[in-house]
């Protein structure tokens, strides 16, 4: 099955810096994968997604990047704010199948310092 | 537009109670439907998941079991839960499979603590 590991565990940056949190897969048949934001007491909230027929996507100050051959995607947060403050899952998924459910990575606690 | 309603959103359980974990979907049709587990500082483990009515799949061996009485209703259960049981329980849904994978949409969850 799927193995997805995501580094780091814990990301602090100082307000206005960028962030990066990264992520690789083992299934070469994976072809979605999708980032989530977790606030305290709640579910994860779906922030961007991309597809494997494409390297990057923008939303933003919110990217994703992704190379197929190296099986790795990252999430890029610029010019952080407080509110980003949360934990960061990725997720890959693969669509050949009715399963359609979600591998997801171990989180990034990601603390944006005012 | 859809939502997912989950309940209760805290629960404090004794060892060897039976539990129940109601989810339900408004807005959309045939979902496909998830329970996942998150433990404390942990990723999300899928549990079970269903592709339609009365339709389960189980991932992970373990105490718990999930019924889809209905189309937009998912329901997790236990006859004896154990003290490994706690942990933050998360319901999601995604539209039916069609080709392309669509993202999953969660609920808020239920911190389930057994004691």
């Known amino acids: 099955g799927e193995n997805v590991e995501q580094h780091p565990s814990t990301l602090s940056v100082q307000e206005g810096d960028s962030a990066v949190i990264k992520c690789t897969y083992s299934d070469s048949a994976s072809n979605y994968f999708p980032w989530y934001k977790q606030e305290l007491g709640k579910g994860p909230q779906l922030i961007i997604d991309i597809r494997s027929n494409v390297g990057e996507k923008k939303d933003q100050r919110i990217a994703v990047t992704l190379n197929k051959t190296a099986k790795h995607f990252s999430l890029h947060i610029t010019e952080t704010q407080p509110e980003d403050s949360a934990v960061y899952f990725c997720a890959a998924s693969r669509s050949d199948t009715g399963r359609r459910a979600l591998t997801f990575g171990s989180g990034t606690r990601l603390q944006v310092q005012p | 537009s859809q939502t997912i309603h989950q309940w209760p959103a805290t629960l404090v359980q004794p060892v060897g109670s039976p539990l129940s974990l109601e989810c339900t979907v408004e807005g959309t049709s045939n979902p496909n439907l998830y329970w996942y587990r998150q433990a404390a500082g942990r990723g999300l483990q899928l549990l079970f998941y269903s592709v339609g009515i009365g339709q389960i799949s189980s991932e992970v061996p373990q105490n718990l079991s999930a019924s889809r009485p209905q189309d937009r209703q998912f329901i997790l259960s236990s006859k004896k839960l154990l003290l490994s049981d706690s942990g933050f329980y998360l319901c999601?849904?995604?539209?039916?499979?069609?080709?392309?994978?669509?993202?999953?949409?969660f609920g808020n969850g239920t911190r389930l603590t057994v004691t």
């Open positions: 999601a849904w995604s539209v039916p499979p069609t080709g392309r994978s669509s993202p999953l949409h």
